[in-house]
């Protein structure tokens, strides 16, 4: 047998991805035109207590269904009156006593109201993101040098009524942003219990925007807002919950983490059991890209007046990398560095936003003076912005391959965990990822065992991601029926994972079962046909198979979509050596 250059498919973990499963018909709509829709398909809903929003999904003559949070309403008694209103100001009655629930705790409900105005019924969109992206690490065993392409950052909105008064009105907002990896639960204060919370999303919420929709760049709705990683900044520096008192002036919300909804899968999974699933409009098309420039024009909205406040650059630089504007955002927590030199919070600001951006040395250096400020300071039992600092450390060292320096600083993070905040599994999957880059294989599996644990008792869903990696480094340790069983355990969870076909494709055929290998490579590469790994690995099979022609194609393949990939390009020529070509 030749010596030929296999190559693993990598552990997923990190930035977002778009996997497209059908060619791409439609164009994107302008902004404006996703805005104008999901003003008319957001309801603004009245319950007893704290307003909430909702979406309009489905008519039946003069009635109404509309899909909010559960928690928006939950408390609604039988003897309550509750309202909405809709886009063009009309209030409507809701109708208490027939308020749908779904089952298993999942965060959502579906309203009725009447009336016989025409309203615009939103489409939902069942189409499947992959929201994680392969990464590699060098080892022994395999990794020569391949850079993995860089995945597009899908854009998505969000609509919904703040409960935060304007002249004595409340008012709709509208606020873009990206869909991001939700594959270790990137969340750094996840609450109990995971009622259906797996989308995790960029753009910047606010209470009373719970039940709003997730849109698309077709104006479909792909999840349901529900919840925000949200702190509290007081005024000198402590990251405790949402809000930030201005001394002597505002309460200003700057929020430096994600937002939280339920995939609306979950929802028509539900419905098509019931007698709701004729009333909606579903679509499985993938969603058309929208450009960057198009984000250029938004401008966020400032609570902080005074520019010599470090405050307002902090707000303003929190807004912007959330629609992937990175250099602007940095430039503006530069601002607020200037303004106020020993701010650990704009430093831990700067270095998320700069990771964002892939610029992980600077990361790394401003997480580290965010670190040292606060250990001369002190202050790090005061809240989580020093976790939080050190996860900053943690992630640019990961990514700038310093694996046994990202091992330490997370687990000093994890030594370090904020009080009364459910643990987060994230930390024990990047663990696991860092363990098996250092070749501590078992240890690594222990911690992804301990990330799926934590998950399962928050009530989350089972992650394909942690299965794939803890079969990934089983297959790293040559436990070939174990890793397989981990791969198909993946597969059953999510059957468009395509790093799961791949690598199920490489433990196959190290059982010997090249034929079946060969079917698992062509899975994933109708998933993701750009996979240099996986034509690469096809072709090694193929010629194993006596199929030196077809061989030869797969490894043409690879080196036509990257041109530098060094397995494929010397696979191809060892084999036109045999072949006398």
């Not at 919904?160 to 008012?171: C, T, V």
């Amino acid at each position: 047998m030749m010596d030929f250059s296999y190559k693993l498919t990598g552990m997923a973990f990190g930035a977002a991805i778009v996997i497209l499963q059908a060619p791409q018909m439609a164009t994107a709509l302008t902004i404006n035109e996703i805005e104008n829709i999901a003003r008319e398909i957001t309801v603004l809903i009245y319950p007893p207590g704290e307003t909430g929003s909702g979406i309009i999904i489905g008519r039946e003559g003069n009635k109404y269904y509309v899909l909010t949070a559960l928690h928006v309403v939950e408390f609604i008694g039988g003897n309550d009156e509750a309202d909405l209103k809709t886009y063009d100001g009309e209030n409507h009655s809701i109708n208490v006593t027939n308020i749908q629930k779904l089952p298993n705790n999942i965060d959502l409900a579906v309203l009725e109201f009447t009336s016989d105005r025409n309203y615009r019924i939103a489409t939902l969109s069942n189409f499947n993101y992959q929201v994680y992206r392969d990464r590699e690490y060098p080892s022994a065993d395999y990794n020569r040098g391949q850079s993995l392409q860089q995945p597009e950052k899908p854009y998505i909105f969000l609509s919904g009524w703040p409960a935060e008064y304007e002249n004595g009105e409340l008012k709709w907002r509208f606020n873009p942003g990206i869909l991001f990896d939700n594959s270790g639960t990137s969340v750094s204060n996840p609450l109990v219990g995971s009622r259906g919370y797996e989308l995790l999303y960029t753009n910047l919420s606010a209470p009373g925007m719970s039940g709003g929709p997730v849109l698309d760049t077709q104006g479909r709705v792909i999840g349901v807002h529900g919840r925000a990683d949200g702190k509290k900044i007081t005024s000198d520096n402590e990251i405790v919950g949402q809000f930030l008192e201005e001394e002597g002036k505002y309460t200003v919300r700057i929020k430096f983490g994600l937002s939280l909804g339920i995939p609306i899968q979950t929802f028509t999974q539900w419905a098509n059991g019931t007698s709701l699933k004729s009333k909606l409009r579903v679509e499985n098309s993938p969603p058309p890209v929208i450009s960057n420039s198009q984000t250029q024009s938004w401008e966020p909205t400032i609570e902080v007046e005074d520019q010599n406040n470090p405050l307002y650059w902090l707000d303003r630089g929190n807004q912007l990398w959330r629609v992937n504007r990175n250099q602007e955002a940095i430039a503006a927590f530069d601002r607020a560095i200037e303004i106020k030199p020993n701010y650990p919070l704009a430093y831990f600001a700067k270095g998320f936003a700069l990771g964002f951006a892939r610029q992980y040395g600077e990361a790394l250096d401003a997480c580290n003076q965010a670190v040292r400020i606060l250990e001369v300071e002190r202050v790090r039992d005061k809240g989580d912005l020093y976790y939080e600092t050190l996860r900053c450390r943690a992630g640019a060292l990961q990514e700038l391959q310093r694996f046994d320096g990202a091992l330490t600083a997370l687990n000093k993070a994890i030594d370090n965990y904020p009080e009364n905040v459910s643990e987060n599994s994230g930390d024990w999957a990047t663990k696991g990822e860092l363990l098996a880059a250092l070749q501590q294989y078992q240890s690594g599996i222990d911690a992804i065992n301990r990330a799926i644990q934590i998950r399962q008792s928050q009530g989350l869903a089972s992650s394909s991601v942690l299965v794939h990696n803890r079969g990934f480094i089983l297959l790293l340790m040559e436990r070939f029926q174990d890793a397989l069983n981990d791969f198909d355990r993946a597969l059953d969870i999510n059957p468009n994972y395509a790093s799961a076909w791949s690598n199920k494709g490489l433990v196959l055929s190290d059982l010997n079962r090249q034929n079946e290998a060969i079917a698992a490579f062509d899975r994933a590469l109708d998933i993701n046909p750009n996979d240099v790994n996986t034509w690469n690995n096809r072709g090694i099979i193929l010629y194993q198979l006596g199929r030196k022609n077809d061989a030869l194609s797969s490894f043409e393949r690879a080196i036509e979509i990257d041109n530098n990939y060094q397995p494929a390009i010397e696979n191809r020529a060892i084999l036109r050596e045999e072949l006398g070509r």
